[in-house]
């Protein structure tokens, strides 16, 4: 059943902190900085507009619905828009996403506007590492290697 009760616009905020990406599971919607906006109309009817990484990135369509089973699953009406402008950043990824990369053994991307070409390994922190290719294991990846440890490794493209 779906309420007609006007959720406070910081409890939606709270329910979409448990929405992931399914490429990058250990990424909240809002670590990526992909989900926008929250309104909330008078009637209860909640709209969340998020922003695609890249035009016809494969996730959008399980985000836009896993962000749809959240609020209605708390028993809220809930439309999700997609804005194409202005187009999304890694500069929009939060600092605590960027660790959980990191940590899951996924390179962090640099600031788009101070691109940095040395690439940490996220597993031994050495600065020696090179692109392998240019195409991940998604399109918003590149695959690295580290010259130090030898493992292989994703690194997210700084968009």
Request: hydrophobic content about 45%; charged content about 20%; proline content about 8%.
């Amino acid at each position: 059943m779906v309420s007609t009760i006007a959720p406070a616009p910081t409890e939606v905020w709270e329910l979409l902190r448990s929405v992931t990406d399914p490429e990058i599971p250990v990424l909240t919607i809002e670590d990526i900085g992909i989900l926008r906006s929250v309104d909330v109309a008078p009637d209860g009817m909640v709209e969340v507009v998020i922003t695609p990484t890249y035009s016809g990135c494969p996730a959008m369509a399980a985000i836009e619905e896993d962000i749809a089973a959240a609020l209605n699953g708390a028993g809220y009406a809930a439309r999700v828009s997609m804005r194409l402008d202005p187009a999304w950043t890694t500069d929009w990824m939060s600092a605590e996403g960027k660790q959980k990369l990191k940590a899951y053994g996924i390179a962090p991307p640099g600031m788009v506007v101070t691109i940095v070409d040395e690439v940490l390994c996220p597993q031994c922190d050495d600065a020696g590492t090179k692109v392998i290719s240019e195409f991940g294991s998604t399109a918003c990846k590149r695959l690295m290697v580290c010259t130090a440890c030898g493992e292989p490794f994703d690194q997210f493209k700084a968009i």
